[in-house]
């Protein structure tokens, strides 16, 4: 884990929030490289959840809501961590992360527990005796039983059908730990789904499916997956059952996604706390019920960090360590990188135009400094899939080499084919198949 934590840092894809001033734990910055593989993340969820299917919708919904819309949902009574404080070095925990009934980092006697809601306040208004009190939202999901009504309305959609949203969520976490596994500010790729009760057996095993496909279609390996059934005793206030997909990260097993039968819980209490009916009326059937409502909630942070550990390999080639990023193609933050093998001799100038025209389908690179290989292994490390390389021969008969990242084997081909060559592997239909 130090090794990937050094390695995201050194070639820009996450670092610690304001650095310079010494940090703020729990909150990170995505770098230039970060951006690019959790924004190719977020599409392809997307793609495969919203965009693939005729049952699914979109919703960009505030991150600031109205502060009645927590009580309803029950954040305000229920959103607690039982936390103790050692009476030595004052540091806070979690309970339910200790393992013994002594602070583990000084030994130190432990405070009896207390409850802290960790959602993180806000006050809006001009002035601070006019100031509402509200919070940062704790999660995507409760802005989407609020619009209920409008989108089944204006989007003519009928259950059984979803509303998907991606969007930033906050929470005041007692410990902050495991890099970006558990942060105080993280995002999240949220889908409840409206179901009829009778149908909600059915539709659960499907969700677990499709759940489970996508993973493994971004590149996870499946030896590393599982599935973990929440015990009934331990089960949120709103659900009726939840199974979460975990992943076997460098620190342990850790949960990826969960899958929440959450019932009529929210609808029912947004209706009863509104005064507005967020029932579904079935014109053909001239029936009204309150939906069943199935929550596929994903951590886009946390699937990242699974792709990241996943990806990263050490091996020896000749006698040299050899770092490589082993992304999935479609996850790759760059699919080519375009390298002239010398600087000299019009090389440059041929790559950098092969580069900018690629630049039109495809996130590339172009790197000219230093020699062939030692650009090769800083491609390796970031995880571009195909390095081609503009060398005398392209000035003679047109073609290029082309190094695939994992077998390093390389192959001659026209440069007016590297388009369709790239396409075929890491184009945006042809990736998904």
């Not at 990023?325 to 100038?349: N, S, T």
């Amino acid at each position: 884990m130090e090794k990937l934590v050094s390695l995201c840092k050194r070639k820009g894809f996450i670092f610690q929030s304001s650095g310079i001033y010494g940090g703020i734990n729990g909150c990170w910055d995505f770098g230039p490289l970060g951006v690019e593989l959790k924004k190719n993340v977020k599409d392809d969820w997307w793609y495969n959840f919203v965009q693939l299917r005729d049952d699914i919708v979109g919703l960009d919904a505030s991150i600031i809501m109205h502060p009645d819309v927590w009580v309803a949902s029950g954040h305000v009574e229920e959103f607690h961590d039982i936390v103790v404080d050692c009476k030595a070095c004052k540091h806070r925990f979690r309970q339910d992360h200790l393992e013994g009934d002594t602070c583990p980092d000084c030994g130190g006697e432990l405070t009896e527990p207390k409850a802290f809601n960790s959602m993180l306040r806000t006050r809006l208004g001009v002035s601070d005796d006019s100031a509402v009190e509200t919070f940062l939202r704790p999660e995507t999901c409760q802005s989407i039983f609020v619009d209920f009504k409008d989108v089944y309305s204006s989007s003519r959609v009928s259950v059984p059908f979803g509303i998907a949203q991606v969007g930033k969520s906050f929470r005041n976490e007692v410990n902050p730990r495991n890099f970006i596994f558990r942060s105080r500010e993280f995002e999240q790729m949220e889908i409840e789904f409206f179901c009829r009760e009778s149908e909600e057996e059915e539709w659960f095993d499907r969700w677990q499916a499709d759940i489970w496909a996508w993973y493994l279609g971004v590149g996870l390996t499946e030896s590393k997956l599982r599935w973990y059934e929440h015990p009934k005793e331990s089960l949120a206030h709103y659900s009726k059952r939840t199974v979460d997909v975990e992943y076997e990260f460098p620190f342990g097993w850790g949960e990826l996604q969960g899958l929440a039968n959450r019932g009529t819980f929210d609808l029912t209490a947004h209706s009863k706390k509104s005064g507005k009916d967020l029932s579904f009326f079935d014109q053909p059937n001239n029936e009204r019920f309150v939906p069943t409502v199935l929550e596929p909630s994903a951590g886009a942070d946390r699937a990242t960090l699974a792709i990241l550990c996943d990806a990263y390999h050490e091996e020896e080639v000749k006698g040299e360590k050899r770092v490589v990023m082993r992304f999935h193609p479609k996850i790759a933050p760059i699919k080519a990188a375009v390298l002239p093998l010398v600087k000299k001799g019009g090389l440059a100038e041929l790559a950098q135009d092969l580069e900018k025209k690629l630049r039109r389908k495809f996130n590339t690179y172009y790197d000219h400094g230093g020699a062939i290989g030692r650009r090769y292994r800083r491609m390796d490390e970031v995880g571009t899939p195909y390095c081609i390389c503009v060398d005398f021969d392209t000035k003679e008969d047109g073609t290029v080499t082309v190094r695939d990242r994992d077998s390093m084997e390389q192959e001659r081909i026209p440069m007016d084919e590297v388009a369709a060559f790239l396409e075929k592997r890491v184009g945006f239909d042809q990736q998904r198949d």
